[in-house]
């Protein structure tokens, strides 16, 4: 089973004043060339589908434009998650809908952990993957907030929020596989603390509120 993992498409954000969606179109020709080329059964996007919550007519005709160019490739399943650029209502308006074509839209989190769980299967309907799909985990889910908090408490609880429920999902996941050799992929959204970056690469540190 081929895989191919792909996020932050960013589609609808500009450069210097300067509109994008040509470069976006040619990027999601690529990317649909290259499904049929290496023969990719299962599609995985991480977030950040769109630059805003609200995004232009022209960026939301590219992209269900892609996602109906799809079936033209041999790729069966399309998973993708929320980012903290996106709207959850906005990616979840049409879930329904995509699920019949079996493009699994996971916004915001799940009132359950099957809600986040993708099982993958064959044209003969046997378990051959299974796919924890994580979205942005925003505050407000997994951290309950308590007066005369300090900053450090805060940072603390959303820390271990993203942890608990990352090691719940993980956890559920082994339970549906019970002992079976199936693989598990796990994707997400979030920022990673305790990372580092090659200093000989030309990246630069980039601090994002508090949350160096």
């Not at 599609?43 to 950040?48: I, N, P, Q």
């Not at 269900?64 to 906005?90: A, M, W």
């Not at 429920?165 to 992929?185: D, M, N, S, T």
């Amino acid at each position: 089973m081929n895989i191919l993992h792909t996020s932050d498409w960013h589609i609808g954000c500009s450069l210097y004043g300067r509109k994008r969606y040509e470069e976006h179109e040619a990027f999601l020709n690529w990317l649909l060339a290259t499904l049929s080329k290496e023969d990719v059964d299962v599609l995985l996007v991480s977030g950040d589908i769109f630059d805003s919550a609200l995004p232009s007519n022209r960026a939301l005709t590219l992209y269900y434009q892609f996602l109906h160019r799809i079936s033209e490739t041999r790729c069966k399943y399309v998973i993708i998650i929320g980012g903290n650029h996106d709207s959850p209502s906005l990616l979840s308006a049409p879930r329904d809908l995509l699920k019949h074509l079996n493009i699994h839209v996971i916004a915001n989190v799940g009132e359950s952990p099957d809600d986040e769980i993708i099982p993958i299967t064959d044209e003969s309907g046997i378990l051959r993957l299974l796919v924890c799909a994580v979205p942005y985990l925003r505050d407000r889910e997994i951290r309950f907030s308590q007066a005369a908090e300090s900053i450090e408490e805060k940072g603390k609880k959303l820390i271990d929020g993203i942890s608990n429920h990352y090691q719940e999902l993980y956890q559920h996941a082994e339970g549906l596989r019970a002992g079976a050799e199936i693989p598990l992929v796990v994707m997400g959204h979030l920022f990673v603390a305790g990372a580092s970056s090659d200093d000989s690469s030309g990246e630069r540190e980039l601090y994002v509120g508090s949350l160096a």
